[in-house]
Nanobody, 124 residues
Framework: QVQLVESGGGLVQTGGSLRLSCAASGRTFSRYAMGWFRQAPGKEREFVAVISWNGGRTYYADSVKGRFTISRDNAKNMVYLQMNSLKPEDTAVYYC?????????????????WGQGTQVTVSS
């Protein structure tokens, strides 16, 4: 069982930066691939980024590639999403998710545990 709590969301201007954090409980955290998803009003939840169990592999949605960076600290049971050059279209609730495998693909149903989400709003 893994419990996830996101933090770090907020209001930022276009071009600004935010760093999201996801705190995970559970002694087996280091076995899980971790992902970030987002959901804008009226839209489906979409994949943002994923990182493998040891941090050695990452994958990003085309829409955030080159602007967002996912990382993890297994010693602290933490996952991060550094978001730079933010755009209004990045506005969404951002969710942290854990997959019970060392690597996971992009569909949301590949993930077993989800956090409650943190709101990110980018003003134009």
């Amino acid at each position: 069982q893994v419990q996830l709590v996101e933090s770090g969301g907020g209001l930022v201007q276009t071009g600004g930066s935010l760093r999201l954090s996801c705190a995970a409980s559970g002694r087996t955290f280091s076995r899980y691939a971790m992902g970030w998803f987002r959901q804008a009003p009226g839209k489906e939840r979409e994949f943002v980024a994923v990182i493998s169990w040891n941090g050695g592999r990452t994958y990003y949605a085309d829409s955030v590639k080159g602007r967002f960076t996912i990382s993890r600290d297994n010693a602290k049971n933490m996952v991060y999403l550094q978001m730079n050059s933010l755009k209004p279209e990045d506005t969404a609730v951002y969710y942290c998710a854990a997959a019970g495998t060392g690597w996971a693909s992009t569909p949301a149903n590949a993930y077993d545990y989800w956090g409650q989400g943190t709101q990110v709003t980018v003003s134009s």
